[in-house]
């Protein structure tokens, strides 16, 4: 079974509409990293997360991490067609705090 | 400051043939990292370097694929002989060193086997 899940899979959207994507950990976190991936493209460090409860803001994007919960969202406001593309989570889930594993990631489209 | 080079970015080979990949990463940083990510999948590390030292290959294919840092600076990564499954994008990253902290991406390698 897959250590990181993301959900949505693929995300569809309006312009101007909020959005929220998930990754859930199978295993205790100790930081989770989130990245952005343009097809044919190397990953975007977007944001990093390493304490339960913490929240991180970039313009408009919004990320939390729940270590209870083993779970971090990512959360977009007013959603531009800049924002597409593919999301990942990646986690060091093994407390090495430099081997990543990442999920599968999540496809947002943003029609204008 | 020049972000991570990585060459070639489109490579097809016929099955049971080799192929190197090339990176160069961010001036300073210790740490490099091999990943591949097949279509539809997120990044696999393969393996990963403290300057010229590898800190761990374990998901790293050793009868076909090989990996060398000299010199602690540029990488390559090989594959000898290639099979199907092996087509994947090939990214290289690097970090200032282990301790954490983030991964800063290359474009990445395509590879297609045929």
């Known amino acids: 079974s897959q250590e990181l899940e993301q959900s949505p899979q693929s995300l569809i959207v309006q312009e101007g509409k909020n959005l929220t994507i998930n990754c859930t950990s199978s295993?205790?976190?100790?930081?989770l990293y989130w990245y952005k991936q343009k097809y044919g493209e190397g990953l975007i460090f977007l944001m990093m997360?390493?304490?339960?409860?913490e929240e991180k803001s970039h313009e408009k994007i919004t990320a939390k991490l729940d270590e209870k919960k083993q779970q971090s969202s990512l959360h977009i406001t007013a959603s531009q067609p800049s924002h597409a593309g593919i999301y990942l989570c990646?986690?060091?889930?093994?407390?090495?705090?430099?081997?990543?594993?990442f999920g599968k990631g999540t496809l947002l489209t943003v029609n204008p | 400051e020049a972000g991570v080079a990585q060459s070639p970015r489109y490579k097809i080979i016929e099955k049971r043939q080799s192929v190197a990949f090339w990176c160069n990463p961010i001036s300073g940083h210790a740490t490099l990292y091999w990943y591949q990510q097949i279509l539809g999948q997120g990044p696999k590390l393969l393996i990963q370097f403290q300057n010229n030292g590898v800190v761990d290959d374990s998901q790293l294919p050793k009868d076909r694929f090989s990996a060398e840092r000299l010199k602690g600076v540029d990488s390559t990564l090989k594959i000898q002989p290639a099979k199907l499954e092996d087509s994947a994008v090939y990214l290289c990253?690097?970090?200032?060193?282990?301790?954490?902290?983030?991964?800063?991406f290359g474009p990445g390698t395509r590879l297609t086997v045929t």
């Open positions: 990253a690097s970090s200032l060193d282990a301790a954490g902290g983030e991964q800063y």
């Open positions: 295993k205790t976190l100790y930081g």
């Open positions: 997360l390493q304490k339960g409860g």
């Open positions: 990646g986690a060091d889930i093994g407390g090495s705090n430099y081997k990543l594993t």
